[in-house]
């Protein structure tokens, strides 16, 4: 377990700050810091990211936070989860805070959380996606917030979303929606399920459950990780 910390313009992640190439099968159980891009697994990536999860706290003081990467610029990320703390200040997503690539076959467990006293986009997959692919994905991470009377957008999958596709997601319906805010043209709706159906293959449409995903009980309760 390791810390890292960054401060101004740093993209901070526990593998790499910056990827443009392949990462793949690693893990993060330390803590992250950052004011701009901060990611369990990398700060800023324009490559691949493939079978990693994070379990660390990861925290922006300013900028964007995921529990995978920080923003994800046209890149790929699969097959990753995400069970830690989540926080930033304006975007923060339980796998990716800024998002314009892609997302596949990702799982967040992990709280996503912003004390932001102007505006913020919390999102239990992608704080704000702007023209970016959501597939197969699911979270079962809660969205909290400090500041209840500021301008925050909210989503069970996606803060904010901006002419995005959304595929077969699902998320925990805790009193909030899939989507906390739209703009553009958008495709998709991510789809709220009670813990019981999440424990359903049958209700989870597009998940590949023969070489992907398996069904896991944890708490007495089947999870798909």
């Known amino acids: 377990s390791i810390s890292v910390c960054g401060s101004g313009n740093i993209h901070a992640g526990a593998i790499a700050g910056y990827n443009a190439g392949l990462i793949s099968g690693c893990a993060n159980s330390g803590e992250v810091e950052s004011s701009k891009y901060a990611g369990g697994i990398v700060g800023y990536s324009s490559g691949s990211i493939l079978d990693c999860h994070n379990s660390g706290k990861i925290i922006n003081t300013w900028g964007t936070s995921g529990g995978i990467a920080g923003y994800n610029e046209k890149g790929e990320i699969a097959r990753c989860y995400n069970t830690g703390w989540i926080g930033a200040i304006f975007s923060c997503g339980g796998i990716v805070g800024f998002n314009n690539g892609t997302i596949t076959d990702c799982l967040n467990i992990g709280p996503v959380a912003t ?55 699902y998320f925990l319906g805790l009193d909030i929606d899939g989507v906390g805010g739209s703009d553009g043209t958008n495709t998709g709706t991510p789809v709220s399920c009670s813990l019981e159906e999440l424990g359903q293959m049958e209700i989870l449409s597009g998940f590949d459950f023969s070489s992907v995903w398996i069904m896991q009980k944890i708490n007495n309760h089947d999870i798909p990780t």
């Open 115 to 169: 004390d932001s006293s102007s505006v913020a986009n919390l999102g239990g997959i992608v704080g704000y996606d702007n023209l970016g692919t959501i597939q197969n994905c699911c979270s079962f991470g809660y969205t909290f917030l400090s500041n209840p009377d500021k301008q925050i957008h909210s989503g069970g999958i996606v803060g904010v979303r901006s002419t995005t596709i959304i595929t077969n997601c």
